[in-house]
């Protein structure tokens, strides 16, 4: 696997991750890791989180099931099959569906993540839902997406088929002993399959979670897990920390951290444009707490040496059959100018266990050299404790809390906290829109970064226009970028935006919904819900002092995004 593992690191970090490795070694940090040791972290809970080191072993003891429902999901006729998660459950999953794409003989397979009313029924409508299993993904079972995801699903096939015949339709994917294994065993569901309690969900990509969504699409499962299993072989104790391939990479990965170079740049071929979303959660949501992370940066364009600060780290994932002289080029070019670049090629798509499972291995390393619990999401949890009160609010009052505008016009109403804004009415030349987004733009600084956080419907259009808007802030500021679609990246990235160091600048955006669609034998509405997430997402952000501003767009989303890219373009004049 070497071959396949490159890297270039200017002089003083070369030496420095010499050193760690070396210090690694000698520390027996391989072999405590293997042995649960938790000191290698912080002494806390690790021990009981990492099941994941042998998940591969098991999940090869046991192929038989996945053949199983396989199976029955062809002799079912079924056309699509439509996962409902959210994180951990839904990032392999999505991962999997774009990378292998439709499988000739086997059912299509959707993966639903988003609140926004215009997401989900996009997702209905793309499904036959008379010929659609669907299948709810939960470690905790208590997660409120997807549980209003299966109320609003459960209760369109009940219209169809029938109360009797629904629960046919659903697999659930759950810890055992969870709230929803009990709802699958009460509705009759198709299949239940457990999670193992000692994997986090941001770890369970070898797991059920990921394995059975992908054989049902019909993926040769024994295959990809063997990929992972060579992986943790080479991982094991038995090898020396600088021939360990999650070892070296997570070394590299703590190291530049630790020197300010905390940005992780990712860059991959085509064939593998989505594994930056789920790198994004495993980076982000394992590092970013304590005031420390490493900030993944997905899907910006590759750009010259002279556009970039010396915060980042990049690192290239591809497949052997998609070179690129022109990406290679630039690689290269970053490499010259001194910037660190990691390279790692796969043979092929099915290499992708291999990369689940060192990306698990090096983070977790990472996560040592930071001193930190790599296992845990205190933030995360903040959101979730705050999008409940706004929604408790709602089922009492029919209504979420009045808020003002700090100032509104050209279409854009903004919003942020008291703090903020008293800042920005400092700074700022006039009470107007422009003259605020420019004060709160003008805030962003060296080895700072700016995230777009967008409530909006994640679709190819706004993604298109989002994108464009960050790369001009990074062109113009030379600070890396990051684009999120809530509430997805609330169970991701979100973590180290409001865990890790204060170096983010965000804009958040919202808007008003065309449609909306209600949540059975709830009072809210989708809408409510992402509204709710919107604002209790920004509560966490003001509250850990963030640079925040909330920009709410009209119901013509795309008109709203061409007056925000006019307003940013005049702000950076």
């Given amino acids: 696997m070497s071959q396949n593992f490159t890297y270039t690191l200017p002089g003083?970090?070369?030496?420095?991750?010499?050193?760690?490795?070396?210090?690694?070694?000698?520390?027996?940090?391989?072999?405590?890791?293997?042995a649960r040791d938790a000191s290698v972290w912080t002494g806390a809970d690790e021990a009981n989180w990492l099941g994941w080191l042998?998940?591969?072993?098991?999940?090869?003891?046991?192929?038989?099931?996945?053949?199983?429902?396989?199976?029955?999901?062809?002799?079912?006729?079924?056309?699509?099959?439509?996962?409902l998660g959210m994180g951990g459950s839904s990032l392999c999953p999505e991962v999997l569906r774009m990378t292998f794409g439709k499988i000739d003989g086997y059912p299509e397979l959707f993966v639903l993540d988003s609140t926004d009313p215009a997401q989900v029924r996009a997702f209905e409508e793309k499904v036959d839902l008379d010929h659609t299993f669907f299948i709810v993904s939960s470690k905790s079972g208590s997660t409120l997406e997807p549980n209003i995801?299966?109320?609003?699903?459960?209760?369109?096939?009940?219209?169809?088929?029938?109360?009797?015949?629904?629960?046919?339709?659903?697999?659930?994917?759950?810890?055992?002993?969870?709230?929803?294994?009990?709802?699958?065993?009460?509705?009759?569901?198709?299949?239940?399959?457990?999670?193992?309690?000692?994997?986090?969900?941001?770890?369970?990509?070898?797991?059920?979670?990921?394995?059975?969504p992908g054989a049902i699409m019909g993926l040769d499962i024994p295959r990809l897990v063997e990929h992972a299993d060579?992986?943790?072989?080479?991982?094991?104790?038995?090898?020396?920390?600088?021939?360990?391939?999650?070892?070296?990479?997570?070394?590299?990965?703590?190291?530049?951290?630790?020197?300010?170079?905390?940005?992780?740049?990712?860059?991959?071929?085509?064939?593998?444009s989505d594994l930056g979303a789920w790198l994004e959660q495993l980076i982000a949501e394992s590092t970013g707490k304590d005031g420390k992370a490493l900030i993944p940066v997905d899907r910006e364009e590759v750009g010259l040496p002279g556009i970039y600060g010396d915060d980042r780290v990049f690192v290239y994932l591809g497949l052997a059959g998609e070179a690129d002289p022109t990406l290679d080029g630039a690689l290269t070019g970053l490499a010259a100018a001194g910037h660190p670049v990691v390279r790692i090629e796969m043979p092929d798509i099915y290499h992708l266990g291999?990369?689940?499972?060192r990306w698990e291995f090096a983070t977790a390393v990472a996560g040592s050299l930071l001193g930190i619990n790599p296992f845990n999401q205190p933030d995360v949890e903040a959101s979730k404790v705050a999008t409940r009160a706004l929604t408790d609010e709602y089922e009492q009052r029919g209504s979420l809390p009045a808020e003002t505008p700090i100032v509104a016009g050209n279409g854009i109403k903004l919003f942020t906290d008291e703090r903020n804004a008293a800042e920005l009415a400092a700074s700022a030349i006039s009470e107007t829109v422009p003259a605020y987004l420019k004060a709160h733009l003008s805030r962003v600084g060296p080895g700072d970064y700016v995230g777009l956080l967008a409530y909006l419907e994640m679709n190819e259009a706004h993604t298109e226009q989002l994108q464009a808007i960050?790369?001009?802030?990074?062109?113009?500021?030379?600070?890396?970028?990051?684009?999120?679609?809530?509430?997805?990246?609330?169970?991701?990235?979100?973590?180290?935006?409001?865990?890790?160091?204060?170096?983010?600048?965000?804009?958040?955006i919202t808007c008003d919904d065309l449609l909306d669609l209600p949540v059975p034998g709830q009072r809210y509405t989708f809408g409510v819900v992402k509204a709710a997430q919107a604002r209790g997402d920004f509560e966490v952000l003001a509250q850990r002092g963030r640079r925040a501003l909330r920009v709410h767009l009209g119901s013509d989303v795309a008109a709203g995004l061409e007056t925000l890219s006019a307003l940013v373009e005049q702000a950076l004049a």
């Fill in 12 to 34: 003083e970090l070369a030496a420095e991750v010499d050193a760690v490795l070396d210090a690694w070694q000698s520390g027996n940090g391989t072999e405590r890791m293997w």
């Fill in 54 to 83: 042998g998940i591969s072993e098991a999940q090869l003891d046991a192929p038989e099931r996945f053949r199983l429902v396989a199976s029955a999901a062809q002799e079912e006729a079924v056309s699509h099959v439509l996962l």
């Fill in 149 to 212: 995801f299966l109320r609003y699903f459960f209760e369109a096939v009940k219209h169809r088929v029938g109360e009797a015949e629904a629960g046919r339709r659903f697999i659930a994917i759950t810890d055992p002993g969870s709230k929803l294994e009990t709802r699958a065993e009460s509705d009759e569901f198709a299949h239940i399959f457990y999670g193992v309690p000692s994997i986090g969900g941001r770890y369970s990509a070898l797991s059920d979670f990921g394995m059975v």
């Fill in 230 to 272: 060579q992986m943790a072989q080479a991982c094991a104790v038995s090898e020396p920390a600088w021939q360990n391939p999650g070892a070296v990479l997570g070394v590299i990965l703590g190291v530049c951290a630790k020197s300010l170079r905390d940005k992780v740049t990712l860059v991959t071929s085509p064939g593998l």
């Fill in 354 to 357: 291999q990369e689940f499972f």
């Fill in 470 to 508: 960050r790369h001009r802030l990074r062109d113009k500021f030379r600070v890396a970028t990051c684009l999120g679609f809530g509430p997805r990246f609330l169970h991701s990235t979100g973590q180290a935006y409001k865990g890790g160091p204060n170096t983010g600048v965000f804009l958040q």
